[in-house]
């Protein structure tokens, strides 16, 4: 069960026409992982991308990241068979008054949500899975912030390593230039202790990935 209140949400609530929408898709993932992680869908699945980024490192210092971005853990893991038990254990679910969907747009799997506080219609989530990590697998919890005093967060998650998915940005940013991208690339390099990556491998990674 949750204790969240009109107040926590506000004080989550980040400033803009849009914050208090971001503020309940951030609870209503942070919910969801803790269900999945539950019903043991980590055991085939890294999460990745700028929302764990936000999740597991920057906090309340990180930027407000809508999609859910995960890595097969194995590479007997088929990305598409993990896709579809990720969808089902997501489509239908609700968790105490936050509820779920999931739909295709152009072939690839988007969340839905809806909320007890309202202020998340028509907000959704692209759901995508890739292949399995290069460099080893870490383990991070969440960086606790004072909305999650209301409800529970995975003591521990699988997490690309912060070098790797820095490098898949810095591939990305050589197809498209995403602003997303760039304000992650540029938080990690500027704060302490992650601005002290490995920046030869960082670029080796990058080479190989783009």
Known sequence: MTNLTAGLLARHTPKGPAGRSAALIDIAQDLL????????????????????????????SGRFSTDLDFSVLRAEDD???VTELLTEAIHGLVIDEF?????LRRGRPIVAYATPFGGAEGLSTKLDIGPPPWLPVTR???????????YPTPATLPVMALVENMAEKVARLNRVS?????????????????????????????????
């Open 33 to 60: 992982l803790n269900r999945l992680a539950d019903l043991g869908l980590f055991e085939h699945l890294v999460f990745k991308g700028g929302t764990a980024l936000r999740k597991l490192y920057a906090g309340s």
């Open 178 to 210: 995403p602003a997303r991208d760039v304000y992650d690339l540029v938080w990690v390099g500027g704060t302490t202790p992650h601005s002290t990556f490995d920046q030869p491998l960082l670029r080796r990674t990058a080479v190989l990935k783009c």
């Open 99 to 103: 509820s779920y969907s999931v739909h």
């Open 140 to 150: 991070r919890g969440w960086v606790k912030l004072p909305v999650h005093a209301a």
């Open 79 to 81: 990305p598409a068979s």
